[in-house]
Antibody, heavy 126, light 110 residues
Framework: QLQLQESGPGLVKPSETLSLTCAVSGGSISGDNYYWGWIRQPPGKGLEWIAT???????FYSPSLKSRVTISVDTSKNHLSLRLNSVTAADTAVYYCARLGPPITMPRGARYCDYWGQGILVTVSS | QSALTQPPSVSGSPGQSVTISCTGT?????????VSWYQQHPGKAPKLMIY???KRPSGVPDRFSGSKSGNTASLTISGLQADDESDYYCCSYAGRYSVVFGGGTKVTVL
């Protein structure tokens, strides 16, 4: 059974960089032919897509966050990472990593999230 | 990319049916048959309930169904049960490997 687990600091100061990691178990980031991504949810609010990646290096970013976000994968550790620069209080949210289906063998991949991590709350505050 | 529009809340009695709408544009909902729906209980991660407008992942009851007409997609829950009380989010493919979510709808079982 595929499992995803986010980790990272729960508190980040304004103007600093938020860094999160998502460990994938029960499957292979490089071998399973799926896209992987990050989604966030501010407290009491809706979901917001942040970024998507394929292990070969193809990356796709939300236009509203593109200038501050970097998504990456480490196939040797079977995990993906997220970096968000110059954070403000508006970046306070639960951050989820997810697998995006369908497999790349099908057209128009990365169109739904079929596996999610449990999420990690990141608070931006001094 | 603007968030898809969902009603803030819908409610129904046990056994009844409720329908949640999700309105987008021709660049997302109307442009692709790639709408998905997620159920989220408080403090939990979202769970995929419907993908590609009307397909159910394994294990999702057939009480949950999806449809689409033009720029509006819909999720219908038939035979409403207490455990269906939750937040529901729609999501649409929006081109170039991007997706956009709706603002969420709280379903209350009366």
């Amino acid at each position: 059974q595929l499992q995803l687990q986010e980790s990272g600091p729960g508190l980040v100061k304004p103007s600093e960089t938020l860094s999160l990691t998502c460990a994938v178990s029960g499957g292979s980031i490089s071998g399973d032919n799926y896209y992987w991504g990050w989604i966030r949810q501010p407290p009491g609010k809706g979901l917001e897509w942040i970024a998507t990646i394929y292990y070969s290096g193809s990356t796709f970013y939300s236009p509203s966050l593109k200038s501050r976000v970097t998504i990456s994968v480490d196939t040797s550790k079977n995990h993906l990472s997220l970096r968000l620069n110059s954070v403000t209080a508006a970046d306070t949210a639960v951050y989820y990593c997810a697998r995006l289906g369908p497999p790349i063998t099908m057209p128009r991949g990365a169109r739904y999230c079929d596996y999610w991590g449990q999420g990690i709350l990141v608070t931006v505050s001094s | 990319q603007s968030a898809l529009t969902q009603p803030p809340s819908v409610s129904g009695s046990p056994g009844q049916s409720v329908t949640i709408s999700c309105t987008g544009t021709s660049s997302d909902v109307g442009g692709y048959n790639y709408v998905s729906w997620y159920q989220q209980h408080p403090g939990k991660a979202p769970k995929l309930m419907i993908y590609d407008v009307n397909k159910r992942p394994s294990g999702v009851p057939d009480r949950f169904s999806g449809s689409k007409s033009g720029n509006t997609a819909s999720l219908t829950i038939s035979g409403l049960q207490a455990d269906d009380e939750s937040d529901y989010y729609c999501c649409s493919y929006a081109g170039r490997y991007s997706v956009v979510f709706g603002g969420g709808t709280k379903v209350t079982v009366l």
